[in-house]
């Protein structure tokens, strides 16, 4: 039976639960907002971070008492390089995982921020567990019970229509500049990103964040 976090925490802080769904819970978390990877059984890192933390090397008794350990480097407001099939199968390692321990494990997704990254990256997984429904708005359930802040750029919404074929009517939120400049938002970030320049600051935060669909034009983002 597939289960969902009934609420989000905004702005999230530690593992935040996302869904179940056969054995296999699945957090979001980023290492800046106090990501516990010591509570979980795997850490899918998508930043990085997490491999400076440990390094066991293979052999040692030490490394069954660590998580395991699964490093997906995306990079900083950018969407992943990969098929979609990608998932499907990470989805369906998890599960074998799951089988080699012998009990139900826990998943944390974590970037620097938790946002961007992490939240492209769990709605993709959701699709691939089938918590989400044929009429679910990949974007808007991992908002609703993750991080409303989740999913940042226009590259990474569109990623999460091609790689689950699903429409979503989610604009992009960025919450921090590339290099972690906090910012307080689309509005806000389009306008200090702008200020001083020529042209409408959401013009040139639109170009930024991904080229061609503009903020205003999300109402309709991934209509056939």
């Known amino acids: 039976m597939n289960q969902a976090s009934k609420t989000y925490v905004s702005c999230h802080r530690g593992n935040v639960f996302l869904f179940e769904s056969g054995g296999v819970s699945v957090y ?12 979980v059984d795997v850490v899918i890192d998508l930043s990085d971070n997490a491999g400076s933390k440990w390094s ?15 490093k997906l480097p995306i990079n900083d407001f950018e969407e992943p390089l990969w098929d979609m099939a990608v998932w499907p199968a990470l989805w369906s ?24 990254r992490t939240g ?42 091609w790689a689950t074929g699903k429409k979503t009517e989610q604009k992009p939120r960025p919450t921090s500049v590339p290099g972690g400049c906090s910012a307080g938002g689309y509005d806000d970030w389009a306008k200090t990103l702008g200020k001083g320049d020529e042209g409408s600051p959401e013009k040139k935060a639109s170009t930024f964040l991904g080229g061609a669909v503009g903020y205003e034009d999300y109402e309709i983002y991934g209509e056939v």
């Open 93 to 116: 390692d998890l599960r074998e995982h799951m089988t080699r321990v012998k009990h139900p494990i826990r998943v944390v997704v974590e970037c620097t921020g938790g946002h961007g």
């Open 56 to 70: 066991v090397p293979d052999g040692w008794k030490t490394r069954d008492y660590l998580p395991l350990l699964v």
């Open 120 to 161: 492209t990256v769990l709605a993709c997984l959701a699709d691939a567990a089938g918590v989400l429904k044929p009429t679910d708005d990949p974007i808007a359930f991992v908002r609703q019970h993750y991080c409303e802040q989740a999913v940042e750029s226009l590259a990474q919404v569109d990623y999460i229509v």
């Open 28 to 39: 979001g978390g980023g290492w800046t907002r106090g990501s516990e990877e010591a509570l």
